[in-house]
């Protein structure tokens, strides 16, 4: 059975920095693709960063690029999202979503598979 379960999240300070990691069951990550989504309140959710299943592509919203990396750790099962430079405007739920897809896709709809969310929040 499929499951996605993230980690990580909490309270930081402008300028800080966080490690979320998604930790997956039931599939390979060799052949799914993960993406990392967020959603601040009131507000849609959004693609964040996505690696591909079949070569390991990235990709990275505008709006974080140079501040967070995605990583995958195939004997781990787990896909680690790096935040760095965080700013308030990073604040929301953040999502890991799976897909049996070859590439990456920034829209939550083309995702089969989703976790609970853990919450970032960037505050002083």
């Known amino acids: 059975q499929l499951q996605l379960v993230e980690s990580g999240g909490g309270l930081v300070q402008p300028g800080g920095s966080l490690r979320l990691s998604c930790a997956v069951t039931?599939?390979?990550?060799?052949?799914?693709?993960i993406s990392w989504f967020r959603q601040a309140p009131g507000k849609e959710r959004e693609g964040v960063s996505c690696?591909?299943?079949?070569?390991?592509?990235?990709y990275y919203a505008d709006s974080v690029k140079g501040r967070f990396t995605i990583s995958r750790n195939i004997g781990l099962s787990t896909v680690d999202l790096q935040l760095n430079g965080l700013k308030p405007e990073d604040t929301a739920v953040y999502y890991c979503?799976?897909?049996?897809?070859?590439?990456?896709?920034?829209?939550?709809?083309?995702?089969?598979?989703w976790g609970q969310g853990t919450q970032v929040t960037v505050s002083s």
């Open positions: 690696i591909s299943g079949g070569d390991s592509s990235t």
């Open positions: 979503a799976a897909d049996p897809r070859p590439s990456c896709s920034e829209y939550e709809a083309e995702y089969t598979y």
């Open positions: 039931g599939i390979s990550l060799d052949y799914y693709t």
